[in-house]
């Protein structure tokens, strides 16, 4: 192999594809070397890095620029640039990098045309003519040597730097279309992402464990837990649940009767020995105040806080007769929650490992049609309670989202709107496993619970980020994702 220190290569600034075809020659071998020609329709190609610049970052705006590439034993590549302050030869990938940023103007947009070392020498031939000043002088003086000539061609430089396609190309070389750095910067960051999946998997798994260690041991037994929307469906269940485990259960809701209902069942079927009931709407500020004094007064702490409470909506958000629907939803689902949790913390924080339960939907996750009003106050929960949970996780106060798909309830017949389109309850979950499901992850203290396949793939697409796909994927779903 040559000596290929470019200082004792035959070089002439501003020549670069006379330059590029002498070190052709300096090659022995030239199965793997290739000429890059880089130009556009405007002759004005960006390039970083070049001695000539005036520049600290070293870009020229050149009309044309020449490179070789030659791809090596180790299947890496290397670029052989003459006029680069970059090494010489030069690993590919930190080439492109540096050399091959993008002006965001079309008009600098670069094309390749790349052609057999082996094509180069056989049919390159000088042409200087565009070096020449009108008064001739030159630009840049020329090479001492005569001008590169060979039996079939003279003068062909032009065919080279012509980027429109079948303008004399296809007889030695081709053209890429797009600009190339952005070809190469998707592989790098698709290679740079396959590198970093492995990694985020073992790192998530750690930070799991690491919050799993931190929040348990945690029993419920003699626990001050508060359910919200306790008077029927997941509520009601998870109170049972709750119950069984011998909590300390304060139950809230509007109606009253179905509230003493559940309280009863929790002490005489599920054996709990303190139930209490309060009357409270989670939109009415005075009844939360209340709520949170009469506890401060009977418990001073709260070692459970269940957001369980929400309505829901089943129609078009063009179907809407009034918006008031939509900010009675917001008031129950969202400020119902977060006032409750805003006006509770000081007795959260008079409890050992608290937590806060949020019973969000898979709505609030996957933008389901048909929920407009619903989904924007399950998103927003999510947004104001995963922020809190960066505030209080030092304070060992654990917030679990809970994610659930369709589940058995009254949810229907409670739904709000003059004409919503019914939840299909065929592959419902029974509220008692919903239940289940939920008191396990909050003694855990689970990040989040998301359930069904459905959701855990929803879950997936938004994390990996194909927003396009997801988005396409809801809005023709059918029934079976009409989450609530
Ligand atoms: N069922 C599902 O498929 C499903 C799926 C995902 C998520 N979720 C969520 O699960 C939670 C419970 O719903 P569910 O299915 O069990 O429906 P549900 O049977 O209709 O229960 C709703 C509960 O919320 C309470 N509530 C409504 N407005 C209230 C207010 N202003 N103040 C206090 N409490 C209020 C109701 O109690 P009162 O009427 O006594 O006030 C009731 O106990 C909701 O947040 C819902 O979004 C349900």
């Known amino acids: 192999m040559s000596d290929f220190s470019n200082e004792k290569l035959i070089y002439t600034p501003c020549y670069c594809e006379e330059n590029v075809y002498h070190l052709c020659k300096a090659f022995g071998k030239l199965d793997d070397v290739y000429v890059c020609f880089i130009s556009n329709e405007n002759r004005s190609i ?12 070293g870009i020229v705006i050149w009309d044309y620029h020449v490179i070789l590439l030659v791809k090596e034993m180790s299947n890496s590549t290397k670029v052989y640039d003459l ?7 030069c690993d590919f990938s930190i080439y492109v990098q540096e050399s091959f940023k993008t002006l965001d103007d079309p008009q600098y947009y670069r094309k390749y045309r790349i052609i057999p070392a082996e094509t180069y020498l056989k049919i390159f031939a000088s042409d200087r003519s565009h070096m020449i000043k009108k008064d001739g002088t030159w630009y840049a003086s020329p090479p001492i040597y005569s001008p590169i000539s060979t039996s079939e061609s003279v003068n062909n430089l032009p065919s080279f730097i012509n980027m429109i396609e079948n303008v004399d190309s296809k007889d030695f070389g081709f ?48 626990k001050v837990v508060v359910i919200t929307g306790a008077s029927s469906g997941i509520g009601e269940a998870l109170a049972y649940e709750f119950a069984r485990q011998d909590a300390n259960l304060i139950l809230c ?25 309060q009357k409270v709407d989670v939109t009415s500020e005075t009844d939360v105040m209340r709520f949170v004094a009469s506890l401060e007064a009977s418990h001073n702490k709260i070692d459970c806080l ?11 958000l063009e179907s809407v007769e009034d918006f008031e629907l939509i900010k009675t939803i917001m008031d129950v689902n969202y400020f119902g929650a977060t006032m409750l949790a805003f006006n509770s913390l000081p007795l959260l924080k008079n409890a050992e ?19 407009t009003g619903y989904a924007g106050s399950k998103f ?24 659930p798909g369709v589940v058995k309830t009254d949810i229907n017949k409670n739904r709000l709107g003059d004409n919503p389109k019914a939840l299909d309850f065929s592959n419902a979950m029974p509220s008692d496993e919903c239940a289940k499901i939920i008191v396990d992850g909050t003694v855990q203290g689970k990040k989040e619970i998301v359930f069904t396949a459905t959701g855990k793939l929803g879950r997936l697409m938004e994390a990996a980020g194909p927003s396009g796909i997801s988005n396409e994927v809801m809005a023709h779903v059918g029934d079976e994702l009409q989450h609530d």
């Open 46 to 57: 960006p390039i970083w890095k070049q001695r000539a610049s005036k520049f600290p970052d």
């Open 353 to 371: 490992k608290p937590r806060i339960v949020v019973n969000s939907s898979l709505a609030g996750i996957i933008p389901v049609p048909f929920r």
């Open 175 to 222: 053209v890429l279309d797009d600009d190339v750095t952005a070809y190469f910067t998707e592989t790098l960051v698709f290679i740079g992402f396959m590198l970093l999946v492995p990694i985020l998997y073992v790192a998530n798994f750690y930070f799991r464990y690491k919050r799993y260690k931190a929040a348990t041991p945690w029993s419920i037994q003699d």
């Open 380 to 403: 927003a929960l999510r947004g104001f309670f995963e922020s809190l949970q960066n505030e209080l996780i030092d304070d060992n106060i654990f917030i679990t989202m809970v994610y």
């Open 253 to 277: 809701g509007r109606k009253v009767d179905s509230l003493a209902k559940v309280a009863k069942e929790c002490k005489e079927t599920c054996g709990a020995k303190n139930v209490t009931i």
């Open 83 to 89: 006029d680069t302050t970059l090494s010489f030869p």
């Open 306 to 316: 269940v957001l369980n409470a929400g309505v829901s909506m089943g129609e078009t």
